[in-house]
């Protein structure tokens, strides 16, 4: 085992000793600062990064400029480092400058230097980032986009050599000034501003941080300009991405009174692991755009609360890094896409089932990328790169856009089939938006769907996931557990005891199997959650949400959303009068048109 320690265990080490927010490690040679920027090579990095790779799970380039950190060095992945002592050779900077130009393209990684020719054709993120920074340090670039293990020996593609470490020691000061990036003012401005809003919340700490939305708040003020695009964007005219909220404002509760209430508990199962809410970390992509340690802070966060996390097929750790941050027994569900070559596809299932993960989402809203104009607007104000020797990549593709390259877009209902002939974990649809659909994943057999828009970012004026809810309680009630099949709001069978909490449960069959209902989207309140349930649904999701709470403040932030939730929740049952969620029924609610 090596001595000394990989990049991802010494952000971890930096996380715990700054509870809030942990630095980002960049480069041995410190990005330059100049009026001629790589703003294009920021932008196109971004976009071309995000298509799906066909490494290390489909995906996981990723966006987001990273801070400039003078005195972090990263460490090298242990199998270089154990090239290292077995003799790997020194590569001077010299060396590394001759191929500005010619037929080979070297860069430096964690000061490594490779040559990257032969994987331009097949880097998923598109050959421009790579040829129009070719002969420089690119950690800065390529740490906020890819897993701290993505140069272990396992993980680096075949046609990438590893040349040897970047001799520092014997270059001239003008050698080193050539090698190293330059940042524009801009970016200079805007990574000062997200330090400077850092140190303000480490030293204030979260105490005014009430409820979801402040974190939101803060958060935008912590990404850069190209990260809250991405997570801020919403389809076209972001109509149902408001609208998924919003969609919960026409539920009223009817609170029943003079009921004890002293003691209440918000915990549940679902898919038959515990959870001490019924509110889940949705998959959302690029946790690292908030904090260098990503989606570890929501694993941790998620352990220690007692909460179930899904894992984006998207994440900006690999399965390996989360896992290995997961608690003992803790419950990990992973959100799929199916790749169109399906060799790719079989790969991440049995990486998922090696990895002893607990259930699948299989998202199915997804045959495209949706027109996401943040994403556009922002893209637009750079140029692409002029390299002249290679085409260029698509300018009409936002950074939502490309990271769905690679997703199957003739991804069928047949394909159930195949991928429970893959693995034998719990498969949910994620993405159901029609009754009809919801019926089709039953008939199909699958365990459960997610009734979710993809949090408004694909098509736009669709159902919201709480809408779909209603429409399966009217047209396919069988779907739902028996008690939750009656009518909301007055029951006359109510009113003959009234002393009861709730009317007679409905008379009737459970379903022919266990089948779960989930609401993903526009859950920004305890209370939401809490109406999701009343009308019928195990559990829900908040994806964005959590996001926010980890760019804000990282696990403690994490540990924060969960504990706001809680509180939220337990507040709302006592006030309906119930102590128990599985006291919740549809009588608790009323539909206002």
Not at 320 to 349: G, H, M, T
Not at 478 to 486: F, K, N, V
Request: hydrophobic share 35%.
């Amino acid at each position: 085992m090596s001595i000394r320690t990989t990049a991802f265990q010494k952000a971890a080490r930096l996380s715990r000793t700054r509870p809030v927010f942990a630095r980002s490690l960049t480069s041995r040679i410190v990005p330059n600062t100049s009026s001629k920027t790589v703003s294009s090579k920021f932008m196109i990095g971004t976009c071309v990064a995000l298509a799906v790779p066909t490494y290390m799970y489909l995906n996981r380039a990723h966006l987001d400029s990273q801070q400039v950190v003078e005195t972090a060095v990263p460490d090298k992945p242990q199998a270089l480092e154990q090239e290292e002592k077995q003799g790997v050779k020194k590569v001077s900077i010299r060396e590394v400058l001759e191929h500005k130009d010619g037929d080979r393209v070297w860069v430096v990684i964690q000061g490594e230097v490779y040559d990257m020719t032969d994987f331009l054709e097949d880097h998923p993120g598109g050959k421009d980032i790579i040829v129009e920074n070719r002969s420089k340090d690119v950690t800065f670039i390529f740490n906020p986009r890819h897993p701290s293990d993505q140069l272990e020996a396992d993980n680096l593609p075949p046609n990438v050599q590893h040349l040897g470490t970047l001799d520092t020691a014997s270059a001239s000061d003008e050698e080193k000034e050539a090698l190293k990036l330059k940042i524009s003012k801009d970016e200079q401005e805007e990574n000062v501003r997200i330090e400077r809003k850092r140190k303000e919340i480490e030293e204030q700490g979260l105490g005014s941080v009430v409820n979801m939305r402040d974190f939101e708040k803060l958060a935008e003020d912590m990404c850069t300009s190209v990260g809250w695009a991405y997570y801020a964007s919403g389809a076209d005219d972001e109509f149902t991405k408001n609208e998924n909220n919003i969609s919960y404002h026409k539920i009223h509760f009817r609170p029943r009174v003079l009921r004890k209430v002293a003691q209440a508990d918000a915990s549940t199962t679902i898919l038959g692991y515990k959870s001490t809410l019924p509110v889940m970390i949705s998959p959302a992509a690029m946790a690292k755009l908030g904090h260098p340690l990503g989606e570890v802070n929501m694993t941790r966060g998620a352990a220690n609360t007692g909460i179930i996390q899904c894992i984006s097929s998207f994440a900006s750790c690999s399965l390996e890094e989360i896992c290995a941050a997961r608690s003992e027994n803790q419950p990990l569900f992973f959100q799929l896409y199916v790749n169109s070559k399906r060799d790719l596809a079989a790969e991440v299932l049995k990486r998922v089932n090696r990895l002893n993960l607990n259930a699948i989402l299989l998202t199915v809203d997804a045959a495209v990328g949706g027109k996401r104009e943040r994403d556009l607007r922002l893209k637009g104000n750079f140029e692409p790169p002029k390299t002249g020797a290679f085409e260029k990549h698509d300018e009409t593709k936002g950074v939502s856009e490309a990271m769905f390259a690679g997703v199957d877009p003739d991804l069928c209902w047949d394909d159930i089939k195949w991928v429970r002939s893959q693995t034998k974990l719990p498969l949910l649809v994620k993405g159901v938006q029609t009754v009809e659909d919801a019926i089709l994943a039953y008939r199909m057999g699958a365990d459960g769907v997610v009734l979710s828009n993809h949090g408004g970012r694909q098509l736009d004026t669709t159902h919201t996931g709480i809408d779909t809810l209603l429409e399966i309680r009217k047209h396919a009630p069988y779907l739902l557990r028996p008690e939750y099949r009656g009518p909301t709001g007055v029951q006359p069978a109510a009113l003959e005891h009234p002393e009861n909490l709730t009317p007679p449960d409905p008379q009737g069959e459970p379903a022919n199997r266990p089948f779960e209902i989930w609401v993903d989207g526009g859950i920004w309140r305890g209370s939401d959650a809490v109406k999701a349930l009343c009308l019928g649904a195990n559990a829900v999701g908040s994806g964005r949400g959590f996001l926010y709470a980890n760019a804000v403040g990282g696990q403690q932030g994490v540990e924060h959303a969960v504990n706001i939730f809680s509180a939220e929740i337990l507040t709302t049952m006592r006030l309906l009068g119930v102590n128990k969620v599985d006291q919740l029924r549809p009588s608790m609610v009323e539909i206002k048109e």
